[in-house]
């Protein structure tokens, strides 16, 4: 795969992630309205929260129209001061419109991107009842679109580095739930991440070692 298209999908893909990501904040924001509203400490940020979630989702339409119309731009203004760089400029807003002419894979994408975030929400749901906590399916997609917006709203911070520990300790109250419990979850997630996340580097390392050694 050239630079141009490579650049171009990532590029796109993380547009329609960052969509769906708003979709399902809003969704978790809307299902627990009542209880949020209801809680003195949440309660004052409630705006924030249905104002994030519509930033994301209307601020990602807002970016993938700027890389049609930036990626024009950056041509014209490459043709001037890079003209060597005028070919993958070219070649990049070629590929990045033609992504997003294909209305029907795209609305794809999204759909697929939204069903794993409500994933996400599946496993808390999984390990609530493993934990035999008696949890709705819904109040379980509630605390995860919750807990991951406030990532979205810290990503400065790498990994979320008490962000996430935080979040889950003070929503797990606004849902009948002890702030013990939320942090349990927590850890089992950075536990999930770890034993997801190593063996693939791993092996990603040796596919590498293994081309560089050819």
Known sequence: MGVAAAS???????TAETFAQGLYVLMGVLTSLSLLSASTTLSPYVGAMLGGALFLSAGSIGFALFQ????????KVGERLFPAALVHARA?????????????RLAQSIFLQ??????SGLWLWVVLKAMDLGT???????????VEGL???TVFIPASVGIQEVGYAALA????????I??????????RDIVVAVPVLLIWQLIEAHRAAR
């Open 151 to 153: 990532r979205s709203a």
């Open 173 to 180: 109250p606004v849902f009948g739930l002890t702030p013990e």
């Open 136 to 146: 709705g399916f819904w109040t379980a997609i509630a605390i995860q679109a919750l």
């Open 92 to 104: 990049f807003h070629e590929t990045v419109g033609a992504i997003y002419r294909r209305h029907g």
């Open 8 to 14: 171009a999908s990532v590029i796109a893909d993380l």
């Open 114 to 119: 939204l069903a794993g975030w409500i994933a």
């Open 68 to 75: 049609i119309g930036g990626s024009r731009w950056a041509a």
């Open 182 to 191: 939320g942090l349990a979850v927590s850890l089992l997630r950075r536990a």
